[in-house]
């Protein structure tokens, strides 16, 4: 167990936030879990079990790195806005007039409406859950690749075009390949690797040192094991695979993500 705290929650509301997250350890079986709060201008951060159960590696909220998953795509909105406020880009332009390597197109694409970037950041860009219907036979639908490896661009995995199977603004879809889109369109207008620019202009002016959309030494040195119960009821790790349209899955801390959260009440 590790209690970590930067001025002091109400005792009230922290023995409360104690309980839920003791009877969802307990409850769900879980190898491990952590918890960072940002709260009338105070940090509390808890954590309970193991990052590596085999290791007995207990976690840390102040070192142990976690996937947070398609929370990441919130950052990634983050990183379009800022592009947006430096006036690289209005919010109904045409994806298509910014993109480089590889371009989204409905079939109608001679009549159809021009897929924009508000469309993607409201799902109505028409962009689907899977490339082709081959995506569906899959594992995972194509999304995730083995750690370690060479991963292709985004140009090679849906290049030259990723067809949208339906119009814009005509269904919500919640899409990890529309936010796939976005962050090529973060390097494309940004001019860096997407996972560069989001580290200079939204991690480390936050103090989020340790936050990445890849596997860096330290990510890799200190990311949580992934685990599911077994018919014994006994944790079995599972293979960790990474994202591969990086616009749509993080790696980072508790504490980091308290880092932003301020940053989202303040502004």
Do not use: C
């Not at 800022?82 to 390597?101: A, F, G, H, M, R």
């Not at 596997?215 to 200190?222: A, C, F, G, I, S």
């Amino acid at each position: 167990v590790s209690t970590q705290s930067t001025g002091t929650l109400d005792v009230e509301k922290q023995r409360k936030i104690e309980e839920i997250l003791q009877d969802s350890y307990e409850t769900q079986k879980l190898a491990g879990i952590a918890l960072g709060i940002y709260a009338e201008g105070k940090t509390f951060k808890r954590s309970l079990g193991y990052a590596n159960v085999e290791k007995k590696i207990e976690i840390d909220p102040s070192t142990t790195v976690f996937r947070i998953g398609s929370i990441s795509k919130t950052m990634t909105a983050i990183g379009i806005m800022q592009l947006l406020e430096k006036k690289k880009l209005k919010l109904d332009d045409p994806i298509n007039n910014y993109l480089k390597s590889f371009k989204v197109m409905h079939k109608s694409y001679q009549t159809a409406s021009p897929i924009t970037f508000r469309h993607i950041l409201t799902h109505t860009s028409g962009i689907g859950m899977v490339r082709s219907w081959k995506d569906y036979f899959s594992m995972n639908a194509n999304l995730d690749i083995k750690p370690h490896r060479k991963h292709p661009s985004l140009g090679e995995y849906y290049g030259p075009i990723l067809r949208a199977p339906y119009l814009p603004d005509r269904k919500l879809i919640y899409s990890n390949h529309a936010f796939g889109v976005l962050g090529q369109l973060i390097e494309d207008i940004g001019g860096q690797l997407f996972e560069d620019y989001m580290r200079q202009n939204l991690f480390l002016p936050l103090g989020m040192k340790k936050t990445d959309f890849v596997r860096t030494e330290y990510v890799d040195k200190n990311l949580a094991m992934s685990y599911k119960l077994n018919r014994k009821g006994n944790a079995k790790p599972i293979q960790p695979l990474d994202v591969l349209p990086l616009g749509a899955g993080l790696k980072k801390k508790p504490t980091n993500r308290s880092y932003f959260l301020s940053l989202e009440v303040l502004n």
